[in-house]
């Protein structure tokens, strides 16, 4: 893993040290670390200086940049309009209840992180989710299990 | 520039290219109503309630953000313009709290004003207020309450724009979007200064000062409590706002008047305090400049910078951490005031500090963050027990029946309640600047400053950054050090032109000896606790009512006036001495920048 400080010196060598490095170097952040801490959000202020404000309003507008520590696998559940109605609302259920957590929390042993997520392009193949960077689609409330078990298989 | 003609109502008019439709209306006195939009602020476009027709365009156009362009025929008022108009309002009222009877904004609102105009009625949309929305009371100035935002995002754009802060951002998207501070920290806990810039821009009560009037009125009502209230110099220029009386009358006589029948034991003025800011400060800066000048001592800063305004003091704080030593050590003219309403004022009246309770109504929200400093109880009680706003200072005159029209003039009491003109002029950007160098030059020279009146124009006026030189010439021969020596001085106003002056003091670049800031745009005048509205015409009305109570004081300069001289000579001793350094001077502490 890399260290925070040499993502953002890296990233402000590629594209300078203005407000437009900003967004690269959240995305090089999450792509290492899956998450952005508070403290790294300063020290991204303090690089560009601009205000740790506004580094947090442009890190919250993306769905796909996080500020707290998330499980190895994050799954995103469609909730655009088409998944809603071919039952986006049952998958959820099912993956809260085979979870055992709650929209927008974590398992015990830091493996899953369960969220929602604005239309993902996959609308012809909904019920739709990713899990990472991979969709899942067509999904039933019977696949479910079946795609949980193969990730915790996956687990090492 | 080229003109340009277009119709607007029927109306032909000329503009100049580039003007939006909005104020090309504005100019045939069509009104046009808005909630985004604000004249001190850049173009948002984003609530949409300001759209008229363009002939020839199906989309109703947003005329604050569009640009009158030539031919258009303009419809400002029409059905479908009303029913888009009632819409954008009726959809706002939906997500929002409507407690206007429980809110501090109530008959001063823009969005209760639009919903009264299109008469929403409850039931166009069905309510989606979040639920469980908590206010955050966290800062001793700003109170912050989600449920009553419209996200016009003023507030951000104010705390950009102006005060280049930018402790506001708006996070997250669609309906969840909302204004926070960084990581959605409590206000006490982020960079903001509590300029309260963002209250004055705010079109609605989501954001507020703190308001701590209650507690006076307790005050007053208890009969073993002493309550000495002070009033800055810019509230006499604005408060009438309030009470009916047309933008820039001075109505420091019935102010006076109003706070004696509603019950306070003693009315003095602030600008007693400016007047003793001018004689610390100016003799710090004497100071400064023979240590360096004579004595060759590097260790001294210049410029010095002033320190009267509490929210430029928390953004150097915060922002320049490593420069604190340009700032007077002096305490503002509130806090001078508080620790010797304790003590002096104390002591020549009899009175026991621990009963007396000092109020300062102030223009400013900072003010209050001041007051509760830790440090601020030299005088071995709390300096100043509370700080309220014009604001919350009119609201009590309305709240004890008195009719303010009517009311008659009256004097301030003594002692601390004699000023000279030049602690009037705090209030206006540049009337530090001014008032310390009617009283330097005269200690310097034995002459007056070489302008006419007294006036240093060259200070005065809206420009954001503005500088003078002024040489001095034969000198007392006490101060022989100075001949020939161009003082250079400069003024900023607003937190944005703080930055852009301490950038160039941070990079050594700075020749100034002296620097005036103030943290909000126009000074004091245009402060975060004045009555809302207020732009750049407001301002400029404000700015020339306090000139005007300059020229009718028959005490022009602080050195001169005589309860100055008194308390130098039975209390204080000297400018700078033991009492003065111990009561009037204060220290400064880092904090984080982001
Ligand atoms: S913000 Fe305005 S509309 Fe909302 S409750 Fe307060 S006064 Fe009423
Ligand atoms: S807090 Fe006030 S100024 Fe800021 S977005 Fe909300 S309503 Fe607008
Ligand atoms: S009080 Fe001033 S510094 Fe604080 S958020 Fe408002 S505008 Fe920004
Ligand atoms: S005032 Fe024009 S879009 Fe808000």
Redesign the pocket.
């Given at each position: 893993m890399l260290e925070v400080a040499n993502i953002i010196e890296a990233k402000i060598e590629q594209y300078g040290r203005e407000r437009q490095a900003l967004i690269p170097i959240l995305q090089g952040i999450i792509a290492d670390k899956n998450f952005i801490a508070k403290d790294d959000m300063v020290l991204i202020a303090k690089e560009l200086d601009i205000s740790a404000a506004d580094v947090y309003g442009t890190a919250s507008f993306f769905s796909f940049i996080e500020d707290e520590r998330k499980g190895k696998y994050v799954i995103r559940v469609c909730k655009s309009i088409t998944c809603d109605m071919k039952n986006r609302r049952g998958i959820l259920a099912s993956l809260e209840k085979e979870l055992r957590i709650k929209l927008g929390e974590t398992t015990h042993d830091n493996l899953f992180t369960l969220h929602d997520v604005n239309c993902i392009g996959l609308c012809d193949q909904g019920p739709a989710m990713l899990i990472n960077d991979e969709p899942y689609t067509h999904l039933t409330v019977e696949k479910i299990p079946i795609i949980l078990r193969e990730k915790r298989n996956q687990k090492n | 520039m080229s003109k340009i003609k277009l119709t607007i109502d029927s109306q032909l008019i000329e503009v100049e290219q580039g003007v939006t439709i909005l104020d090309a209306a504005k100019m045939i006195n069509v009104n046009i109503p808005t909630l985004c939009h604000h004249e001190d602020l850049c173009v948002s476009g984003n609530c949409r309630v300001c759209v008229v027709e363009v002939a020839g365009r199906e989309r109703l156009e947003a005329s604050c953000a569009t640009p009158a362009e030539e031919g258009m025929d303009i419809l400002t008022n029409s059905a479908k313009i009303r029913n888009a108009r009632k819409d954008v309002v009726s959809l706002l009222?939906s997500e929002?709290?409507?407690?206007?009877t429980?809110?501090?904004?109530?008959?001063?609102?823009?969005?209760?004003d639009l919903?009264a105009e299109y008469n929403v009625d409850g039931d166009k949309y069905m309510s989606v207020l979040k639920p469980n929305i908590e206010i955050d009371k966290s800062s001793w100035s700003i109170e912050k309450d989600d449920s009553?935002c419209i996200r016009c995002q003023r507030c951000v754009r104010t705390c950009a724009e102006l005060q280049h802060v930018n402790a506001l951002t708006a996070s997250h998207k669609g309906h969840e979007m909302k204004i926070s501070t960084f990581m959605d920290l409590p206000f006490n806990e982020v960079v903001c200064t509590n300029c309260g810039q963002c209250v004055n821009h705010c079109p609605?009560?989501?954001l507020t000062e703190r308001r701590y009037f209650d507690n006076v009125w307790e005050a007053i009502g208890d009969p073993d409590k002493h309550v000495v209230m002070n009033t800055a110099p810019s509230v006499r220029v604005a408060l009438g706002e309030m009470l009916g009386f047309e933008v820039g009358t001075r109505v420091t006589g019935k102010m006076v008047t109003a706070m004696r029948k509603m019950g306070a034991d003693s009315i003095l003025d602030t600008d007693f305090s400016a007047d003793l800011t001018i004689i610390e400060e100016g003799n710090e800066l004497l100071t400064r400049l023979k240590k360096a000048l004579v004595d060759g001592d590097t260790s001294v800063k210049l410029p010095m910078i002033t320190s009267c305004s509490p929210g430029w003091v928390k953004f150097i704080e915060h922002m320049f951490p490593e420069h604190l030593g340009h700032l007077s050590t002096c305490k503002s003219p509130q806090q001078m005031f508080g620790a010797l309403t304790k003590t002096y004022y104390a002591e020549q009246k009899g009175l026991d500090p621990k009963d007396i309770v000092s109020v300062a109504i102030m223009p400013c929200a900072a003010k209050k963050y001041e007051a509760n400093r830790p440090e601020m109880n030299d005088s071995g009680y709390r300096d100043i027990d509370a700080g309220l706003t014009t604001r919350e200072f009119g609201l009590m005159i309305k709240q004890a029946g008195l009719d303010f029209k009517n009311l008659e003039d009256s004097d301030f009491d003594s002692i601390m309640g004699e000023s000279s003109g030049a602690g009037v002029i705090f209030g206006a950007t540049g009337g530090v600047m001014e008032a310390a160098l009617r009283t330097a030059y005269a200690v310097v020279t034995g002459r007056d400053v070489p302008f006419e009146n007294l006036n240093i124009t060259a200070v005065r006026g809206t420009e954001g950054i503005r500088n003078a030189s002024i040489k001095i010439e034969d000198c007392l021969p006490e101060w022989n050090f100075l001949e020939g020596v161009d003082l250079n001085v400069a003024v900023a106003h607003g937190l944005k032109n703080a930055r852009i002056i301490m950038d160039e003091v941070a990079a050594g670049k700075s020749n100034y000896h002296f620097i005036e800031v103030m943290g909000c745009p126009g000074g004091c005048i245009g402060g975060g606790g004045q009555p809302i509205p207020t732009n750049a015409e407001i301002r400029a009305k404000r700015i020339e009512a306090i000139y005007e109570e300059d020229m009718s004081k028959p005490i022009r300069k602080s050195h001169e006036n005589p309860e100055i001289v008194k308390i130098y000579k039975e209390f204080l001793g000297e400018p700078l001495g033991e009492k003065s350094h111990h009561l009037l001077h204060t220290h400064y502490r880092k904090r984080n920048r982001y």
């Open positions: - | 009222v929002h709290n409507t407690q206007c429980t809110c501090y904004r109530n008959t001063n609102c823009e969005l209760q919903a009553k609605t009560g989501a």
